[in-house]
């Protein structure tokens, strides 16, 4: 699968002058956990995630400081460019899934974003993933069960843990036919003919 069948898009993003407020919102608004921060041209500049934000403790205290400081002058609000990080990590849409979640894995961020000729055109994240894990026994039931019924719509499929057990195939060559057609779905860890 590629990274572009999963990638939620388009990407949420953000300049370096978004004040920090605004970019909380944001994140808790679209239920995200990070996103680009552009520059004018909308050329990927930096990324702000959640772990940038919690870390302004500013943000928390309550309490009435003991001398509040008095100015004349405006104070301008936080930026984004106050918390974001400049370096990152990211994925090209044609990438297979598996460069996503290597690098998810190797760098332990959370989420990546996608570019396309080298514009942002999505963010893939772990959740994305793990949403893809959580249906994937009932994809690959769909599957096998649509290459199934061509051949005998009599056979019952099972999917557990990619594991798919077919059963009704009675000779050898009806055995040998379901465990083929079963083992061409991506995903399957193992057929069982019963």
Same mark, same amino acid.
């Given at each position: 699968?590629?990274?572009?069948?999963?990638?939620?898009?388009?990407?949420?993003?953000?300049?370096? $002058?978004?004040?920090?407020?605004?970019?909380?919102?944001?994140?808790?608004?679209?239920?995200?956990?990070?996103?680009?921060?552009?520059?004018?041209?909308?050329?990927?500049?930096?990324?702000?995630?959640?772990?940038?934000?919690?870390?302004?403790?500013?943000?928390?205290?309550?309490?009435?400081?003991?001398?509040?400081?008095?100015?004349?002058? $405006?104070?301008?609000?936080?930026?984004?460019?106050?918390?974001?990080?400049?370096?990152?990590?990211?994925?090209?849409? $044609?990438?297979?899934? !598996?460069?996503?979640?290597?690098?998810?894995?190797?760098?332990?961020?959370?989420?990546?974003?996608?570019?396309?000729?080298?514009?942002?055109?999505?963010?893939?994240?772990?959740?994305?993933?793990?949403?893809?894990?959580?249906?994937?026994?009932?994809?690959?039931?769909?599957?096998?069960? !649509?290459?199934?019924?061509?051949?005998?719509?009599?056979?019952?499929?099972?999917?557990?843990?990619?594991?798919?057990?077919?059963?009704?195939?009675?000779?050898?060559?009806?055995?040998?036919?379901?465990?083929?057609?079963?083992?061409?779905?991506?995903?399957?860890?193992?057929?069982?003919?019963?």
């Amino acid at each position: 699968m590629m990274i572009r069948d999963l990638m939620t898009a388009p990407a949420v993003t953000v300049t370096a $002058e978004t004040p920090i407020s605004k970019a909380l919102r944001l994140l808790d608004d679209r239920k995200i956990t990070a996103m680009p921060v552009v520059d004018k041209g909308g050329v990927l500049a930096g990324i702000v995630s959640e772990a940038d934000l919690v870390q302004d403790a500013a943000l928390l205290n309550d309490r009435v400081p003991v001398a509040a400081v008095r100015t004349t002058a $405006e104070t301008p609000p936080r930026r984004v460019a106050d918390v974001m990080s400049y370096l990152v990590a990211t994925v090209d849409a $044609e990438d297979d899934l !598996e460069v996503a979640i290597d690098l998810m894995w190797s760098t332990m961020v959370k989420s990546l974003p996608v570019l396309d000729k080298g514009r942002i055109v999505g963010m893939i994240s772990r959740s994305d993933i793990v949403h893809l894990l959580a249906g994937r026994d009932d994809r690959i039931r769909t599957e096998v069960r !649509e290459l199934i019924d061509a051949e005998c719509p009599d056979w019952q499929v099972e999917v557990h843990d990619g594991i798919v057990t077919v059963t009704g195939p009675s000779d050898p060559h009806e055995c040998k036919l379901a465990d083929v057609l079963a083992g061409t779905v991506k995903g399957v860890v193992a057929v069982r003919i019963h």
